[in-house]
């Protein structure tokens, strides 16, 4: 579990409409405070370069510090993390059972087990995601590409008013990239903010806004231009 006393001096707002991207390595930081924002964590804050616990996450005017995920998604967020088979998925379960349990545990729609609804949710998410597949399929035979296309689509399908993404490009062609780019867009327009991390600063150029470098937690510089790509291995800048 990542250590929260690593992240330290981070003041982040994300305004309606706002998209922002953060990289690093997944040690610097990135992970554990990507796990913070979504609720992952069990402690009370972020921490500072002393490991002293201090500070506060809210959205929308809503204080959900170390409540757990369910705040978060009560909220108005939506998450998807960089574990897709096992941390998003279950991967010895149907699709369709997958899509029921996210379907019961954080949307919150289907009080009752009506079958009708839920499986119109998933043609829609399926449609969304572009597969013609049967849901009845195990989840880990799907490629990784379709399990990336699906479990976006299932979390836009939330509109909520903040949706944290991590390594939101893995195994998508350059097609399915230009298509989220378009949906990030889309859906910062109808006012909602994005925020997503990534190891991969070339990445997010065609999605953020605007990029952030996190490294020895804390957030250091805006990258623009060749600057995303001066990140050594050790999640430092080289000096250019």
Same mark, same amino acid.
């Given at each position: 579990? +990542?250590? $929260?006393? *690593?992240?330290?001096?981070?003041?982040?707002?994300?305004? +309606?409409?706002?998209?922002? !991207?953060?990289?690093?390595?997944?040690?610097?930081?990135?992970?554990?405070?990507?796990?913070?924002?979504?609720? $992952?964590?069990? *402690?009370?804050?972020?921490?500072?370069?002393?490991?002293?616990?201090?500070?506060?996450?809210?959205?929308?005017?809503?204080?959900?510090?170390?409540?757990?995920?369910?705040?978060? #998604?009560?909220?108005?967020?939506?998450?998807? !993390?960089?574990? #897709?088979?096992?941390?998003?998925?279950?991967?010895?379960?149907?699709?369709?059972?997958?899509?029921?349990? *996210?379907?019961? #545990?954080?949307?919150?729609?289907?009080?009752?087990?009506?079958?009708?609804?839920?499986?119109?949710?998933?043609?829609?998410?399926?449609?969304?995601?572009?597969?013609?597949?049967?849901?009845?399929?195990?989840?880990?035979?799907?490629?990784?590409?379709?399990?990336? #296309?699906?479990?976006?689509?299932?979390?836009?399908?939330?509109?909520?008013?903040?949706?944290?993404?991590?390594?939101?490009?893995?195994?998508?062609?350059?097609?399915?990239?230009?298509?989220?780019?378009?949906? $990030?867009?889309?859906?910062?327009?109808?006012?909602?903010?994005?925020?997503?991390?990534?190891?991969?600063?070339?990445?997010?150029?065609?999605?953020?806004?605007?990029?952030?470098? $996190?490294?020895? !937690?804390?957030?250091?510089?805006?990258?623009?231009?060749?600057?995303?790509?001066?990140?050594?291995?050790?999640?430092?800048?080289?000096?250019?």
């Amino acid at each position: 579990m +990542p250590d $929260l006393s *690593h992240i330290r001096n981070i003041n982040l707002e994300l305004f +309606p409409g706002m998209i922002l !991207g953060i990289t690093g390595t997944r040690d610097s930081g990135l992970e554990t405070l990507e796990m913070a924002v979504a609720g $992952l964590l069990n *402690h009370g804050g972020l921490g500072n370069n002393s490991g002293k616990i201090e500070g506060s996450i809210a959205l929308n005017g809503i204080d959900i510090t170390g409540k757990g995920v369910r705040a978060f #998604r009560k909220a108005g967020g939506a998450y998807l !993390g960089a574990d #897709r088979l096992g941390g998003n998925l279950a991967p010895e379960l149907a699709l369709s059972e997958n899509l029921i349990i *996210h379907a019961f #545990r954080r949307n919150r729609r289907f009080v009752f087990l009506d079958l009708a609804a839920l499986g119109s949710w998933q043609r829609k998410i399926m449609k969304k995601a572009g597969i013609n597949r049967p849901v009845s399929d195990r989840a880990d035979s799907f490629s990784g590409g379709m399990i990336q #296309r699906i479990l976006l689509a299932r979390e836009f399908a939330e509109e909520p008013s903040l949706l944290v993404l991590s390594e939101a490009g893995s195994s998508l062609d350059e097609a399915n990239l230009a298509k989220l780019a378009g949906e $990030l867009k889309a859906l910062s327009r109808r006012g909602s903010s994005v925020l997503l991390f990534s190891t991969d600063a070339d990445e997010l150029k065609p999605l953020a806004d605007e990029i952030l470098w $996190l490294g020895n !937690g804390a957030l250091n510089s805006t990258l623009t231009g060749a600057l995303s790509s001066a990140i050594n291995d050790a999640g430092e800048l080289n000096e250019i």
